[in-house]
């Protein structure tokens, strides 16, 4: 389990980086994706549930969408030319039926 | 010839299958479930409290005045689901309404593991600010649907200098 930093964007949810001075605002930068669950992982799941407990195959699922949007949110504040996203929020939103949104958002800053 | 009204031992045998199946896959699994969820307990009151020095608040700003060495965001998520048991005594309560006891220990589970696995992952911070949680889906009872609590756990982890 790897946290979704990256050495050169520094990430948080705070409305500000602490210890640091935010010398530039840039606006909003998002990332969203979404995911459905695959047939494979539904009938390995559906057995799990049966005796209840984490199903790991979904946890993967939104470890991985989660990585994806935070990645295309960084992404977009790089093409900005910041160093930081400040007050990330995470939101889903359900699109279909078994298919999810998670969209990822923030501002883009830079940070001195 | 028999009289078509009398049920014969293969009747009996169907009708075992038929009715008798269902509740032995409620009791077996219920008393699994059961088993899975007293560990699940266990094991997070030991990790509960090997990770209790680390406080986590909802608090947006810091009003220490403390140096901050390091700040970082991190994430992390967790789907937990019922055994086939307790969604049955669910279902039941839907006819009638009121509330589901049952459901309380699944996402009082939820929520307890993804803050531990918070935690896990920055065990050299100092605290945790600005926590998040995100519920995703309390998925319906419909019928062979996956019933379970998604979560999604965020916040700053900070390291005081």
């Known amino acids: 389990?790897?946290?979704?930093?990256?050495?050169?964007?520094?990430?948080?949810?705070?409305?500000?980086?602490?210890?640091?001075?935010?010398?530039?605002?840039?606006?909003?930068?998002?990332?969203?994706?979404?995911?459905?669950?695959?047939?494979?992982?539904?009938?390995?799941?559906?057995?799990?549930?049966?005796?209840?407990?984490?199903?790991?195959?979904?946890?993967?699922?939104?470890?991985?969408?989660?990585?994806?949007?935070?990645?295309?949110?960084?992404?977009?504040?790089?093409?900005?030319?910041?160093?930081?996203?400040?007050?990330?929020?995470?939101?889903?939103?359900?699109?279909?039926?078994?298919?999810?949104?998670l969209y990822a958002y923030g501002t883009a800053v830079k940070i001195a | 010839m028999d009289d078509p009204n009398t049920l014969e031992t293969y009747d009996w045998?169907?009708?075992?299958?038929?009715?008798?199946?269902?509740?032995?896959?409620?009791?077996?699994?219920?008393?699994?479930?059961?088993?899975?969820?007293?560990?699940?307990?266990?094991?997070?009151?030991?990790?509960?409290?090997?990770?209790?020095?680390l406080p986590i608040m909802t608090a947006r700003t810091l009003e220490t005045g403390r140096l901050v060495a390091d700040a970082r965001l991190v994430a992390t998520e967790v789907m937990i689901s019922h055994d086939y048991f307790k969604r049955f005594l669910a279902q039941l309560r839907n006819l009638f309404g009121g509330r589901i006891r049952s459901y309380d220990t699944l996402l009082d589970r939820a929520r307890r593991e993804a803050l531990l696995r918070l935690k896990e992952q920055c065990p050299d911070a100092s605290i945790i600010a600005n926590l998040r949680l995100e519920t995703l889906c309390v998925t319906t009872s419909r019928r062979n649907s996956i019933v379970g609590v998604e979560l999604i756990a965020y916040g700053t982890a900070i390291r005081y200098a």
Do not use: C
């Open chain 1, 1 to 101: 389990m790897t946290p979704p930093v990256l050495n050169d964007i520094v990430l948080t949810n705070l409305e500000t980086v602490p210890g640091r001075q935010i010398i530039e605002h840039y606006g909003l930068v998002s990332g969203s994706t979404v995911r459905a669950k695959h047939v494979g992982r539904d009938i390995a799941a559906s057995l799990k549930n049966l005796v209840g407990g984490e199903l790991r195959g979904y946890t993967e699922l939104l470890q991985e969408s989660r990585a994806e949007s935070t990645a295309r949110m960084v992404a977009q504040a790089r093409a900005l030319g910041a160093n930081a996203v400040v007050n990330i929020r995470y939101s889903t939103s359900s699109v279909a039926q078994g298919a999810a949104e």
């Open chain 2, 13 to 53: 045998i169907a009708v075992a299958l038929v009715y008798g199946l269902p509740i032995l896959g409620l009791i077996f699994f219920g008393f699994i479930g059961a088993y899975v969820e007293r560990r699940h307990y266990a094991a997070l009151r030991i990790r509960e409290a090997a990770t209790a020095r």
